[in-house]
């Protein structure tokens, strides 16, 4: 069974780790959350709007051999947490080089960026760009290159997640479930 591991950071975006975690299982992905440790002591993980969630293990504890992709959701606060924590680094790196996949959406992509897996063409919320190569964004939705899959923010939280379920569980699947969720304006 496929399997991903998301991570839930002080200050993530809300709407696209749930609608993430949920299209995923939908999906028939196996899917793991996981907090930053330190000065984040807790699972349970505040976001963006002062949602709580509990997440599932901590990210000390995330062992790449057992996941086959890992996400990002977006939010300002939890990416530059991401960005800025060496252990979430290192483990986005660690995926990239064990040639599995990694995703990021919204603000997110910077994490990846800092880390050196971004992929050449890529999308991320409107302004971030500024921040990474504004001459590679792209306007699509979603974009999958090199085995990253990247996506704009809040609206588009359902297509990226979708992505994710037709990358690693296949076509079937992603009709499935886009049929299911009505999300018939992402892109076949």
Not at 29 to 49: M, P, S
Request: contains cysteine.
């Amino acid at each position: 069974m496929a399997s991903a591991l998301v991570l839930l950071v002080e200050g993530f975006e809300e709407i696209e780790a749930v609608t993430i975690i949920d299209i995923l299982r939908r999906g028939g992905i196996e899917t793991q959350t996981a907090y930053l440790t330190g000065e984040f002591t807790t699972n349970l993980v505040v976001g963006a709007n002062g949602i709580t969630v509990e997440a599932d293990i901590a990210i000390n504890s995330a062992v790449c051999d057992e996941y086959d992709i890992i996400v990002l959701p977006g939010g300002w606060g939890g990416t530059n947490h991401l960005a800025e924590n060496k252990l979430s680094q290192n483990l986005i790196k660690e995926f990239k080089s064990e040639d599995k996949w990694v995703a990021a959406m919204c603000a997110a992509p910077y994490a990846l960026h800092v880390a050196g897996v971004l992929s050449k063409k890529y999308t991320c919320y409107p302004s971030v760009e500024d921040k990474i190569r504004p001459e590679d964004r792209s306007d699509d939705l979603v974009v999958v290159e090199d085995r990253v899959i990247t996506s704009q923010g809040p609206a588009t939280a359902i297509c990226f997640a979708l992505e994710i379920v037709r990358q690693l569980v296949g076509q079937e699947s992603f009709n499935q479930v886009k049929s299911g969720t009505l999300a018939s304006y992402c892109q076949e």
